[in-house]
């Protein structure tokens, strides 16, 4: 594992938290979150990395009854955060939502901070998470 300051894993990694639904959980998921990438040595990632799984779980949390996890993977240099939640409505995009308004406006700063995004509806056969649906946005390598 990388020390502070030294290049980042060249390796791909993934992490994978299951948290309940609580208000509380975006917070640990936050945390959780810096902590990686700090170990990984990727501090460049943190600000926008923050900002989109809070905006993720934030959604998981207010908008669905049962437990969410978030997934991060590094692989080539890019950054994937993804949130399940056990909701299969799929997201639906902002309609009239200003800038300045207290509520709405997620997934605006996903499509405006993340390079990608995208969601896919989850059909769990395993019975490991459930059904629901998977949403992801990808940071791209910096230069």
């Known amino acids: ?4 300051g030294e290049p980042a894993d060249d390796q791909p990694w993934e992490y994978t938290l299951y948290v309940p639904n609580d208000p509380r959980a975006v917070t640990i998921c936050r945390r ?4 990686i990438l700090a170990a ?3 501090p460049h990632f943190t600000e926008a990395a923050e900002l989109l799984a809070t905006e993720l779980v934030t959604n998981a949390v207010q908008h669905t009854k049962g437990p969410a996890a978030i997934k991060l993977r590094a692989e080539n240099g890019a950054l994937r955060i993804g949130v399940w939640d056990a909701d299969p409505t799929p997201p639906r995009p902002p309609d009239g939502t200003t800038p300045d308004a207290e509520t709405g406006r997620g997934l605006i700063l996903i499509r405006t901070c993340a390079d990608t995004w995208g969601w896919v509806p ?3 056969t395993k019975n490991i998470v459930g059904t629901g649906k998977y949403i992801w946005c990808e940071l791209a390598a910096t230069a």
């Open 40 to 42: 990984h040595g990727l």
């Open 122 to 124: 989850q059909r769990d």
């Open 1 to 4: 594992m990388p020390k502070s």
């Open 32 to 35: 959780t979150l810096r902590l």
